[in-house]
């Protein structure tokens, strides 16, 4: 009887230090912004979709279990995301992950007519992903990816106010 517990608890400890070398491997994913468009809203607020790619460059898949995402605009802070559905990512492979970020609308018209109408805008989207790792606690990675964006294009050149032409 004692041979026996002696031996499950040799499978234990080899199942354990299994999983913490499996830990030791873990390459952190790249996290990138492929995406970000304008899903509506109210007056006063407007969500964002913001869609993140998670590249997987491990041998073994992991469970997405959130998201936070902060977007800033000329490093000032202009809206949050959580996204807290489960994605699976497999081994070797990449997942996009929606993140709908609220804003609120005065912020954001505040923000534009600081920077005036042509000039380009420094985005910034940072924040971390919960992996789920099993019996352990959750991995929390951080991500943070930055770029220049034309607001004039993101929203269509049809929204700049064109002058009436004189041959009308």
């Known amino acids: 009887m004692r041979a ?7 499978g234990f400890l080899l199942f354990w230090l299994t999983g913490c070398a499996n830990l030791s491997t873990f390459e952190q994913p790249r ?6 468009r304008l899903r509506g809203g109210k007056l006063l607020a407007q969500d964002f ?3 993140l790619r998670v590249d997987n ?4 898949g992991f469970d997405i279990n959130g998201v ?16 807290e559905h489960e ?8 997942q996009d992950v929606d993140v709908i970020a609220t804003v ?5 018209l505040k923000q534009i007519v600081e920077l005036g109408t042509r000039r380009p805008i420094d985005y910034q989207v940072r924040g971390h992903l919960s992996l789920g790792r099993g019996w352990t606690r959750d991995i929390r990675v951080p991500f943070e990816e930055q770029g220049t964006l034309d607001f004039w294009r993101f929203i269509g050149e049809q929204a700049v106010p064109r002058p009436l032409e004189d041959d009308y």
């Open 4 to 10: 026996l517990s002696m031996f499950g608890l040799c």
């Open 31 to 36: 996290v990138s912004v492929v995406d970000v």
């Open 49 to 51: 979709l913001v869609t």
């Open 57 to 60: 460059p491990n041998a073994y």
């Open 68 to 83: 936070v995402a902060d977007v800033l605009l000329n490093d000032q802070p202009l809206a949050r995301g959580l996204a």
């Open 87 to 94: 994605i699976r990512v497999p081994a070797y492979g990449r």
């Open 104 to 108: 609120q609308t005065l912020g954001l």
